[in-house]
């Protein structure tokens, strides 16, 4: 018998290649692990479980499978806490050996895995909406499907300065790094349009008593734009009512949530806010959402479980783009990143160059249908960037939107 020695070769080859497989080949068949970091406890905690009723949907709508592959994943409460997530996040990787996580709700928790998302190299769907983490910071394993703390306020910014020409403004939302990115967005845009914002206030996260607060708030205004998270505006709604509030409300992208809209009672109706998103969507995607809500948790989903969802439809897209593959670290980030107009439940999504959303966002107005209240989307701005109408460049030798300096505050009055 002749044996050939490229056949041999071949063989050998082939061998070693078997022997040597990484981790990426030999995991292939097996379950993709996923982390989830979200919020069950404290202030932000009905975002935060809204958040897991959105993915656990997502999910089971796949029979827990994602491009082929049943999927494992392990759920951390970080309780809104900064240090907390990042415990979470260690325990993910150490003891779980995640390949990608879902999460963070809260800028603050994002910034503080921020290094070590970036050390482990760890593909990251985020909710929270840090600006930074996609601006002058960008972390490359970081990507945002749902909005840039600012990235909803500037079209309301637009909206309340053009259309409902409104001239004077004050502003109101947490004391935290996302309520001052969220509000200056609206900032910005109002006062590019010849609005200007007159007065600022910061209540601290954890505020039960909004009293003396609203006992502040400035009487000839045309507007209050108000910029709460979790369901802080939930709360600030019901004691601005309570304390006889007449001044019109706007609300910023988490304020006046679906998950939170029936509490608010009839005195919601009219309001107005910003959002990239609403149940009231007609596509087929959100259809099928807003079917699956209400069906397992009798509720209409808002931001937070359609953060999660929208979360599941990109990371679903670039799994099939890469075959399963989740290990391949650098393959499945380079495949978040190259989606382009993937259908979701808010529209369509593409990103920026920094992994950043660019995609529709909504003017909403509730309304009473059907016996519940909605946000009836009355507008539509299309294909929205972080960077808003400004030049990217430009925008960038600024510092972050902060409370003092940026935008700073060259018409507020005493």
Known sequence: MTVRRRTVLKGMLAASALVAAPAILRA????????????????????????EQGLTLYLKERNNMLAGRPVQLFTGDSAGAPAMARTKMQEFLERENIACLIGPLATAEALAIDDYIREKQIPT????????????????????????SAQCSYPMGDYA??????????????????????????????????????????PPLVSPDYG????????????????????????????????????????????????LLQQMGDDAIGVISTCWYSAQLDNPDNKTFVEGMNRDYK?????????????????????????GRIEDKNALEAALRASDKIPTCRGPVSFDKYGNVVGNVYIRKVEKKGGKLVNTVIKAY??????????????????????????GGKNIEP
């Not at 982390?35 to 404290?42: D, H, N, R, S, Y």
């Not at 769907?125 to 840039?148: I, Y």
């Not at 996302?178 to 600022?200: I, S």
């Open 161 to 202: 300065a053009k259309e409902l020409k409104y001239k004077r403004a004050a502003m109101i939302a947490d004391d935290i790094a996302y309520g001052y990115e969220l509000n200056a967005g609206f900032q910005r845009a109002f006062e590019d349009a010849g609005g200007k914002v007159v007065q600022k206030l910061w």
């Open 28 to 51: 292939q068949s097996g379950p993709m692990k996923i982390g989830f970091l979200t919020v069950k406890t404290g202030p932000l905690a009905s975002g935060g479980i809204q958040m």
């Open 382 to 407: 299309p294909n929205v960037s972080q960077f808003w109408t400004y030049d990217p460049d430009e925008f960038l030798k600024h510092p972050v939107y902060n409370r003092e300096t940026w935008p």
């Open 125 to 148: 769907l985020s909710v929270a909406a840090a600006e930074d983490m996609t601006q002058r910071k960008a972390n490359p394993w970081f990507v945002r499907a749902t909005s840039s």
């Open 212 to 259: 003396t607060y609203i006992a502040q708030l400035k009487q000839d205004v045309d507007v209050l734009f108000i910029g709460f998270a979790g369901s802080n505006g939930f709360k600030f709604f019901k004691q601005y009512k309570e304390y006889g509030g007449k001044t019109p409300i706007l609300g910023g992208m988490t304020a006046i949530d679906e998950s």
């Open 299 to 323: 509720v209409d989903p808002g931001f937070y479980a359609a953060a999660t969802y929208t979360n599941g439809a990109v990371l679903e897209a670039a799994l099939k783009k890469v075959d």
